[in-house]
Nanobody, 123 residues
Framework: QVQLVESGGGLVQAGDSLRLSCAASGRTFSNYVMGWFRQAPGKEREFVAAIRGSGISTSYADSVKGRFTISRDNAKNTVYLQMNALKPEDTAVYYC????????????????WGQGTQVTVSS
């Protein structure tokens, strides 16, 4: 079992940057693949980025590639999502998620979820 708590969301203008954090507690953090998903009003939850336990392997949605960077600090049990050049279409609730073994790009692949943090990008 792992508990996840996101932070760092807020209201920003287009072109600004934000860094989301997700703090994990419970079993050994480095065993988990960590993912970020987002859900806008009226839309399905969608994959944003994921990182394997070692931090070496990452994956990104095409919509955020080159603008967002996922990273992790296993000593601090924390995963980050650095979001640059934000666009209004990035507005959503951002969720942190955890699973074992390999990266998955669908929400159904993740067993553990945080409560989400709102990111709003104004034009």
């Amino acid at each position: 079992q792992v508990q996840l708590v996101e932070s760092g969301g807020g209201l920003v203008q287009a072109g600004d940057s934000l860094r989301l954090s997700c703090a994990a507690s419970g079993r050994t953090f480095s065993n988990y693949v960590m993912g970020w998903f987002r859900q806008a009003p009226g839309k399905e939850r969608e994959f944003v980025a994921a990182i394997r336990g070692s931090g070496i392997s990452t994956s990104y949605a095409d919509s955020v590639k080159g603008r967002f960077t996922i990273s992790r600090d296993n000593a601090k049990n924390t995963v980050y999502l650095q979001m640059n050049a934000l666009k209004p279409e990035d507005t959503a609730v951002y969720y942190c998620a955890a699973r074992f073994f390999t990266i998955a790009v669908v929400p159904e692949g993740y067993a553990y979820w945080g409560q989400g943090t709102q990111v709003t990008v104004s034009s």
